[in-house]
């Protein structure tokens, strides 16, 4: 079911922008990835903007919270009680991020399947790197300079930072393990993937900067 109602229409949406750069006489499966890569984006913007006010939101009222927690340490009932409070009498609800996250998951994860078992028709190579349906590896190198695992990981690492306001020790460790770990497993995917995941990453860091300035400005 999920093939059918996700997987399959997001082929079909990337076989149409792969006719349209043909029509355009200049056929190439890279530029039909970034074109879908970037419609999804905007189609799920409006969702991006409940999710990025809510986090901006609960992340604004942490340092009352934490008075909270220290005022009431000993009294854990109490603090439950204040905290909801708190949320309520400033109209923030902390699950509220959760929900476009949640409608957001089968989409991303039907892009990624879409284009991990894509049957392509035409050329598969773009710019430098010789085959978008390979992985990376030191004996068959797809992208042979490592470009796109590096412009994930630091994409991912960017975006990352651009949404830490507090930097405890958790959030520090992923800061770094996430990006590493996005680097890595982008060298075994097929490099049609790492195409999706930097324009993805690239676009979310411009949408979360225009959406931080205006509320900055506001």
Request: proline fraction near 6%; aromatic fraction near 12%.
């Given at each position: ?25 200049y056929?190439?499966y890279?530029i ?8 999804i ?16 939101a ?9 008075a ?18 708190l ?5 923030v ?14 989409i ?7 284009i ?6 035409g050329?598969?190579s ?19 300079y490592?470009i ?22 958790q ?29 993805s ?12 300035r ?5």
């Amino acid at each position: 079911m999920f093939d059918t109602f996700v997987t399959h229409p997001m082929q079909e949406a990337l076989t149409f922008f792969y006719v349209l750069t043909q029509k355009a006489g200049y056929p190439s499966y890279g530029i039909a990835i970034i074109l879908l890569t970037v419609a999804i984006k905007l189609l799920m913007y409006p969702l991006t903007v409940k999710q990025v006010k809510s986090m901006k939101a609960v992340q604004e009222m942490q340092p009352k919270v934490k008075a909270l927690q220290e005022k009431y340490k000993d009294n854990k009932e109490r603090l439950q009680t204040e905290i909801a409070n708190l949320y309520r009498e400033n109209k923030v609800n902390p699950l509220a991020g959760c929900l476009p996250l949640i409608v957001q998951m089968p989409i991303l994860m039907g892009i990624f399947f879409a284009i991990k078992e894509y049957t392509y028709q035409g050329p598969t190579s773009f710019l430098w790197i010789a085959n978008l349906q390979q992985g990376t590896s030191l004996t068959d190198p797809s992208d042979p300079y490592f470009i796109i695992p590096l412009l994930c990981a630091l994409t991912t690492y960017v975006q990352q930072k651009q949404t830490t306001t507090e930097m405890t020790q958790q959030n520090k460790m992923m800061l770094i393990f996430m990006p590493l770990f996005i680097g890595y497993i982008t060298i075994t995917f097929p490099a049609g993937l790492g195409v999706y995941w930097v324009v993805s990453n690239l676009v979310q860091i411009a949408q979360q900067w225009f959406m931080y300035r205006n509320t900055a400005t506001a």
